[in-house]
């Protein structure tokens, strides 16, 4: 049973940066797929950053030119790079996991079957 622990938000001024990282209670198998995720207050979840079966990286166009996923190369941690953060990224960021990994594919949020807890981001 794959366990999926966040870390590294926190608050910080606007033009800050971040790094969240995301640690695997075992190494996710090579078909696996995983990606960040974020939810404020009102909002729904939106996908952040992703990779997807080809190693394609996949970033929403809010967070483009300014935050950067990437993963070791055992697949036992991910991590979302963000820089000069802004308010509106204030949001609890959640990292997943996918075994909808296919080549050509592009997992959907609904295929995300595994999820961390969270980690708080607060950007003032």
């Known amino acids: 049973h794959v366990q999926l622990v966040e870390s590294g938000g926190g608050s910080v001024q606007a033009g800050g940066s971040l790094r969240l990282s995301c640690e695997a209670s075992v190494t996710i198998h090579n078909n696996y797929c995983m990606g960040w995720f974020r939810q404020a207050p009102g909002n729904a979840r939106e996908m952040v950053a992703d990779?997807?079966?080809?190693?394609?990286?996949h970033l929403a166009d809010s967070v483009k030119g300014r935050f950067t996923i990437s993963q070791d190369n055992a697949k036992k941690a991910l991590f979302l790079q963000m820089n000069d953060l802004t308010p509106e990224d204030t949001a609890m960021y959640y990292c997943?996991?996918?075994?909808?990994?296919?080549?050509?594919?592009?997992?959907?949020?609904?295929?995300?079957?595994?999820w961390g807890q969270g980690t708080q981001v607060t950007v003032s």
């Open positions: 990779v997807d079966g080809e190693g394609r990286i």
């Open positions: 997943a996991a996918t075994s909808m990994c296919l080549s050509g594919y592009r997992p959907r949020e609904a295929d995300y079957m595994i």
